[in-house]
């Protein structure tokens, strides 16, 4: 079974820049669109970023629309999310997860019943 791994969250101050990484073992991510979702406390879950199996489609909700970058290495069976001019409010738990065959762009609307499998989360807090 196809499993998600996330890391590269941390603390970093208002504008500073992290790369979260999305691993998956046990099968091959070629098949596979990659969202990005964030959870903050006391709110609800939201998308934040999804790239289709073939790489040609990206979707990013406003919110982060020319901060962040995402991107998949299928060699490497990894997604990565760049996150860059980091504000306060995109303080929240960070997860990663595959949808089978999912064509995401931009006016993709983030149904998490398009995905399956999900990571355990990575923490991400920016805070001066």
């Known amino acids: 079974q196809l499993q998600l791994v996330e890391s590269g969250g941390g603390l970093v101050e208002p504008g500073g820049s992290l790369r979260l990484s999305c691993a998956a073992s046990?099968?091959?991510?070629?098949?596979?669109?990659i969202g990005w979702f964030r959870q903050a406390p006391g709110k609800e879950r939201e998308g934040v970023s999804c790239i289709s199996s073939n790489s040609v489609s990206t979707s990013y909700a406003n919110s982060v629309k020319g901060r962040f970058t995402i991107a998949r290495d299928n060699a490497k069976n990894t997604v990565y999310l760049q996150m860059n001019s980091l504000k306060p409010e995109d303080t929240a738990v960070y997860y990663c997860?595959?949808?089978?065959?999912?064509?995401?762009?931009?006016?993709?609307?983030?149904?998490?019943?398009?995905?399956?499998?999900w990571g355990q989360g990575t923490q991400v807090t920016v805070s001066s």
């Open positions: 997860a595959a949808g089978p065959m999912l064509y995401c762009d931009d006016s993709y609307d983030y149904n998490p019943l398009d995905f399956g499998s």
């Open positions: 046990g099968l091959t991510l070629d098949y596979y669109a």
